[in-house]
């Protein structure tokens, strides 16, 4: 469902309360929605709650952008919890989606009733060389003028050997109407140019802002977003945060979707 106006993200919608599920960097929801849809689903079901699915700018129908950054993309979401008359919501989101939802909670907290950041924290820290990686492989797929998906992963496999990676970027490519060419639906300069800031958090002085309610981080064992060395310092912007390691890399939603679901649900239903 697109929103009309300003940046207000794309989302999908399950269940019957408010639970915000904020993707991460090149996502896509729409298209990515067999993963995602069993995750979103189930916590609805167990949680009983409505589950919004949003797209963040510059991803999957949510609006384009010049402008790419951490507090540009809190902002959009607040003003998507406003514009639905919502307060005191969840807030889980992955890798970009994670530093989204921490700077709007620590900027906006009356909007935001606990939140569930994973595999990323309120730290600066250089983004895996995978991404830029990805990025190039994206812009020569659009350059080479592909036809058919095939064409397209057998570009992307010289980049990446894993399918389900590819798989997923490839999951933001669409057909126009009345054309014969493929093209990303994500402004592919505009991340490109985005990426230096995206391992950047805007806030660097816990004394100054700081979420008091409570916030669950989910980190991957085999990934190197959230070290040992930053979990004081999490522990200071997000004074009653619990931590959960889950065997998995950066991508762990995916890799490990049940031990997720328990970790998310155990933290939502003692928060009520």
Not at 101 to 123: C, F, H, Q, T
């Amino acid at each position: 469902m697109q929103q009309n106006g300003a940046n207000r993200p794309s989302f999908t919608q399950n269940g019957n309360s408010k639970i915000y599920v904020i993707g991460s960097l090149l996502n896509n929801f729409k298209i990515c929605r067999v993963k995602n849809h069993v995750v979103i689903t189930a916590l609805a079901r167990d949680l009983g709650r409505y589950v919004y699915a949003l797209d963040l700018r510059n991803h999957g129908e949510s609006p384009h952008s010049n402008k790419h950054d951490y507090n540009a993309m809190a902002q959009d979401v607040a003003d998507f919890i406003e514009g639905h008359g919502l307060k005191e919501t969840t807030l889980i989101g992955h890798s970009m989606g994670a530093k989204t939802s921490m700077a709007l909670a620590l900027r906006s907290p009356e909007l935001v009733a606990d939140i569930v950041s994973v595999d990323n924290a309120p730290v600066d820290v250089s983004l895996s060389r995978d991404f830029p990686k990805y990025v190039r492989a994206m812009k020569k797929i659009q350059e080479a003028g592909v036809t058919r998906q095939a064409e397209a992963d057998k570009i992307l496999s010289e980049y990446e050997e894993s399918l389900p990676i590819r798989q997923f970027l490839l999951g933001n490519m669409y057909l126009p109407e009345g054309e014969k060419v493929r093209k990303f639906r994500i402004p592919l300069d505009t991340l490109g140019k985005a990426l230096d800031n995206l391992g950047d958090f805007p806030y660097k002085n816990p004394n100054e802002v700081r979420f008091v309610k409570p916030a669950l981080f989910v980190r991957g064992t085999q990934s190197k977003y959230v070290p040992d060395d930053v979990l004081p310092l999490i522990g200071q912007f997000f004074p009653k945060f619990r931590l959960v390691d889950i065997d998995a890399g950066h991508w762990l939603i995916s890799e490990q979707p049940e031990a997720f679901r328990q970790a998310v649900v155990e933290f939502l239903q003692k928060s009520e």
